[in-house]
């Protein structure tokens, strides 16, 4: 008489989280599917791959398609110019991003400020696809043409700046501005305070800033494809290369796209803690 | 070491919904060697002051001078003021001793004397111990001897400490003000100290500058803040618990006067002089100001009485606070835990008739 009455009167705290997990094991499923397939298609010979009801387990293994993907020369190269791209593009979208980040957290409060924070971080939410052949042409009447590192390095910058601007606004808002009245007191100019005093404490900030711009420019397709592909071809233009003849060899594409998710697996798994702390900053007083 | 004069100072923050006037036509001069505090609720522009003198925040208007030299144009540094900050400023980055250190850094000072001043700062403060810890493994009292360490450790033309003692609980409070007086008295510097704490104002400084709303309202030493306020706000800011203040008619038949409070029957006797001063003005209402501590249980010869109902008394140790009515009017008295008196019975108060304090009806400024 006393259970019933309990389980009628009190929410039922086992079944809720039993159909929590449910959902949990669900998302999982519809994220990890794709991996998972990806892994296995990887490891498929041809023969395999296209059969039209597909193995959900290689019947046999081919551990060689990790290394036949590099029998073409422009796989390595490939990823060494997204590399090269992603890296000056972070390292550019950093340096500016701080130093007009910083001017507006500390020099332009008030509404003028607020307004062309906005206006910046709204660049980012712009559909780039609205300004593809404009950027063509441009970047085609530059010396260096369209087909370069440098277009790239610059072109990300769009997508770049204004997060990185943006996100470094609001970590330099959070560090105390006492910190650099006390060493203007002290005797420091204001750019030995910023480089000595505040820099320091945002560094958390700046690395998850520089882990975001870094995974974009690793992960854009769109203006690579368009603009490079002959002297310089970053990966994601370079997968849909492995095919021969009429057919797509899906398990040197798979296998490719296994090796491309290496480093940004790798730099989120070194860096995590400092990129949950940054954004999480972030998410809080932003 | 210098002495300290603001001339007509203003600063004014402009702002979308019109200008906001922080501090107003303020006259301060400061000895040198002389401690100071400003006194003031929150918002009464203290700390805009303070950020002037230092050179944080630009003038509006006025002059500041340093040895009557004025100082509006230069730079925090050219200055040489030294500040502790209310939310300390340690920079998180540095051990202790490199906090310390920092101000002899960045003047070229060699490591050698950088590292003998660091130790005779610490042994001053006592933090010898945690010279080599990082700020974010100190306790707050640690961190704000640190950053007091830091503004020590320069030799500075005048301190300036931000409401250094606000983030302390009352055991440290009360020995780091024991610990600043003695560091004042062995370094006979001007210091500058704000705070919105009246007892760290009064124990410490030689002066305190009272401010309210933007202006100055006194600027005094202890006895006369106490006894000889300006006006009401000054009267009810110095003091715990504050000063009574009661509406009164004068009833004045030319020999003895009587304040009478509205609508009581008590009524308060001012002594000679005040009631000279009252006839001077020819008013015929006046505010009477005592203070809770001047309202005795005990009656001394000469002592002039009046009777109230207790509504509540309130036992805190060392005395009890008794909240009391008389008709329509509150007030109350601070009397020793000893007085049982409880809720709804009478009791009869003895005050001296010179610790009656008469303000204008209507200025609320001090007549006598």
């Known amino acids: ?286 | 070491m210098a002495r300290v004069t603001l001339d007509k100072v203003n600063k004014i923050y402009p702002s979308r919904h019109g200008d906001v006037h922080a501090v107003q036509d303020l006259d301060l001069a400061i000895e040198d060697g002389e401690f100071v505090a400003l006194l003031g609720p929150s918002g009464c522009g203290k700390t805009s002051t303070l950020r002037m003198i230092v050179g944080l925040e630009a003038i509006s208007g006025g002059v500041i001078a340093f040895d009557g030299q004025p100082v509006n144009d230069q730079t925090p540094e050219q200055r040489n003021v030294a500040m502790a900050f209310e939310t300390y400023a340690l920079y998180p980055t540095f051990t202790v001793a490199q906090n310390l250190a920092f101000p002899l850094e960045v003047k070229g000072v060699d490591k050698a004397t950088r590292d003998e001043k660091v130790a005779e700062v610490a042994r001053l403060l006592r933090i010898e111990p945690i010279l080599d810890s990082f700020p974010r493994q100190l306790s707050g009292g640690q961190q704000q001897r640190v950053s007091l360490g830091r503004a020590l450790i320069r030799d500075p033309a005048v301190f300036i400490l931000d409401e250094v003692m606000s983030h302390l609980d009352a055991h440290l409070k009360f020995q780091m003000l024991f610990e600043l007086k003695r560091i004042h008295q062995t370094l006979e510097r001007t210091i500058v100290y704000v705070t919105h704490d009246q007892m760290e104002a009064l124990a410490l400084a030689d002066r305190v500058a009272v401010m309210s709303d933007a202006k100055l309202q006194q600027f005094g030493d202890r006895d006369t803040l106490y006894d000889r306020p300006a006006n009401t706000f000054v009267a009810g800011f110095i003091g715990e618990p504050p000063t009574n203040f009661l509406e009164a008619e004068v009833r004045d038949d030319g020999t003895t006067m009587r304040l009478t409070i509205r609508d009581a029957s008590a009524a308060f006797v001012p002594d000679g002089p005040r009631a000279a001063a009252i006839r001077d003005q020819g008013l015929r209402t006046v505010i009477v100001g005592i203070r809770p501590q001047n309202l005795h249980v005990r009656h001394d010869e000469g002592d002039e009485q009046i009777t109230a109902t207790v509504e509540i008394n309130e036992y805190q140790g060392e005395h009890s606070i008794l909240s009391l009515r008389d008709g329509a009017a509150e007030f109350r008295a601070m009397v020793p835990p000893s007085v049982k008196t409880g809720e709804g019975e009478t009791i009869d108060l003895s005050y001296r008739s010179r610790d009656v304090m008469v303000f204008h009806p209507e200025t609320e400024v001090f007549i006598s």
């Open chain 1, 1 to 286: 008489m006393s259970r019933t009455a309990a389980s009628a009167g009190q929410p039922n705290y086992r079944l809720i989280r039993y159909v929590l997990l449910a959902f949990l094991v669900i998302w999982l499923v519809f994220t990890l599917f794709p991996l998972y397939f990806a892994v296995i298609t990887a490891l498929k010979p041809v023969e395999e791959i296209n059969r039209m009801v597909p193995t959900f387990w290689p019947e046999t293994f081919r551990i060689d398609n990790f290394s036949g993907i590099f029998a073409d020369p422009g796989s390595l190269k490939s990823l060494i110019d997204s590399i090269i791209i992603a890296s000056a593009n972070t390292a550019l979208s950093l340096v500016l991003g701080t130093l007009a980040g910083y001017a507006l957290a500390r020099y332009l409060r008030g509404a003028l400020g607020e307004n062309l924070a906005f206006f910046i971080l709204s660049q980012r939410m712009f559909p780039p696809v609205a300004i593809l052949i404009p950027i063509f042409f441009l970047f085609d009447a530059t010396p260096w043409g369209t087909d370069s590192y440098i277009t790239l390095i610059l072109l990300y910058l769009v997508f770049n700046m204004p997060l990185a601007t943006w996100l470094m606004m609001v970590f330099f808002r959070d560090a105390p501005k006492e910190l650099e009245e006390a060493a203007y007191l002290d005797g420091y100019t204001p750019l030995r305070a910023f480089f000595k005093v505040t820099l320091p404490l945002v560094v958390p900030g700046m690395i998850s800033v520089a882990m975001l711009c870094w995974i974009f420019a690793w992960n854009e397709y769109l203006f690579a494809n368009l603009l490079t592909g002959t002297t310089v071809k970053t990966f994601p233009v370079h997968i849909p290369t492995f095919v021969a003849g009429s057919q797509t060899l899906w398990n040197f594409v798979m296998a490719f796209s296994l090796v491309a998710m290496l480093p940004p697996v790798i730099l989120f798994i070194i860096l995590r803690r400092y990129m949950v702390r940054g954004l999480s900053l972030g998410v809080v007083k932003g």
